[in-house]
């Protein structure tokens, strides 16, 4: 039973390259969403998606894009990266319209030279 | 201002003793409210919830919801070196799903 399955674990970019964070989930959850993780500043939600064919921004959006290819993928994308974007990216699904709880992948841990 | 505020401790315990952590909120309209916990180098996972105001407990967790006050607490009884983690609470005002963090509180308890 995996769960929520994040990939890579560990990337080093340079400033200005792209890459895609990766996302899956085993649980027919309708609803996913990306998390940034920062010291000092809790979890941070960059983009979200309630449902299959439906993406909408979070609060720190600017810099990323988003797919959701299908109900159990949505991967996260950036374009080109900065310093800034270093941190720590959760991805997370949850049943939409019951209990609120939102399962975690492992993270992926982000580092921009 | 944050949303959500909570100490990011330290908050250092010795085996055996109740680790009290709180957080406090500015928007009335929060309904569900989470604490996760996690462990280092881990994703979060979801420790207990509570919907609206009152207590709820589990085993050595009990969980305290005072939106009078906008504050919510967690205590840990009987606490374990296993308890070390860092505990961040979260709450939505809607069953979405979409959470509103605090900055988590990093908890050391020491045999």
């Known amino acids: 039973n995996a769960g929520v399955t994040q990939t890579p674990k560990f990337q080093v970019l340079k400033t200005g390259q792209s890459m895609t964070l990766q996302c899956a989930q085993d649980?027919?959850?309708?609803?996913m969403y990306w998390y940034r993780q920062d010291p000092g500043m809790g979890l941070r939600l960059i983009y979200y998606?309630?449902?299959?064919?439906?993406?909408d921004k979070g609060e720190v959006p600017n810099g990323y894009n988003v797919s959701r290819l299908n109900k159990r993928e949505f991967s996260l994308r950036l374009e080109s990266a900065a310093p800034s974007q270093t941190s720590v990216y959760f991805c997370?699904?949850?049943?939409?319209?019951?209990?609120?709880?939102?399962?975690f992948g492992q993270g992926t841990r982000l580092t921009v030279v | 201002q944050k949303e959500v505020e909570q100490d990011p401790g330290p908050l250092s315990v010795p085996e055996g003793a109740i680790v009290s952590l709180n957080c406090t909120y500015s928007?009335?309209?929060?309904?569900?409210f989470m604490w996760y916990r996690q462990y280092s180098r881990k994703g979060p996972e979801l420790l207990m919830y509570?919907?609206?105001?009152g207590n709820k407990e589990d085993g050595r967790f009990t969980a305290q919801v005072d939106k009078s006050s906008k504050y919510i607490s967690l205590f840990i009884r009987d606490s374990q070196p296993s308890d070390s983690a860092t505990y961040l609470c979260?709450?939505?005002?809607?069953?979405?799903?979409?959470?509103?963090f605090g900055a988590g509180t990093q908890v050391v308890v020491t045999p």
């Open positions: 998606s309630a449902s299959e064919g439906t993406t």
């Open positions: 997370a699904s949850s049943e939409t319209g019951q209990l609120t709880e939102a399962f």
């Open positions: 928007n009335s309209a929060f309904q569900y």
């Open positions: 979260a709450m939505t005002t809607d069953s979405w799903g979409k959470l509103q």
């Open positions: 509570t919907y609206s105001s």
């Open positions: 649980m027919n959850h309708n609803s």
